[in-house]
């Protein structure tokens, strides 16, 4: 069992920054993969980013080269920085942990509440 709490969110200017993040507790962190996900309002929910316990990364076509994500195990933190925003990164952002099964992202049903980024001038 994994709690997941985020924070971070808020309003920001296009292209401009923000870094969210994630701690969870109740569980061994680093033995998770961790990911981001984001919701817009009338959409499904989407794959943002995620990082292997050892750091391996992977990004979304949308977010490469803009957002990276990071974990910090002695701290049980994920964060996801988010540079170059734009209006259509408006989201809620959820992290969570997961697994990977034939090198896919598999989601475990452990999410925070999220927290709103919203991009706007």
């Known amino acids: 069992q994994v709690q997941l709490v985020e924070s971070g969110g808020g309003l920001v200017q296009p292209g401009g920054s923000l870094r969210v993040s994630c701690v969870a507790s109740g569980s061994i962190f680093k033995a998770y993969v961790m990911g981001w996900y984001r919701q817009a309002p009338g959409k499904q929910r989407e794959l943002v980013a995620h990082i292997s316990s050892g750091g391996t990364t992977n990004y979304a076509v949308s977010v490469k080269g803009r957002f990276t994500i990071s974990r910090d195990n002695a701290k049980n933190t994920v964060y996801l920085q988010m540079n170059s925003l734009k209006p259509e990164d408006t989201a809620v952002y959820y992290c969570?942990?997961?697994?990977?099964?034939?090198?896919?992202?598999?989601?475990?049903?452990?999410w925070g509440q999220g927290t709103q980024v919203t991009v706007s001038s």
């Open positions: 969570n942990a997961g697994y990977y099964s034939g090198g896919v992202y598999q989601a475990y049903d452990y």
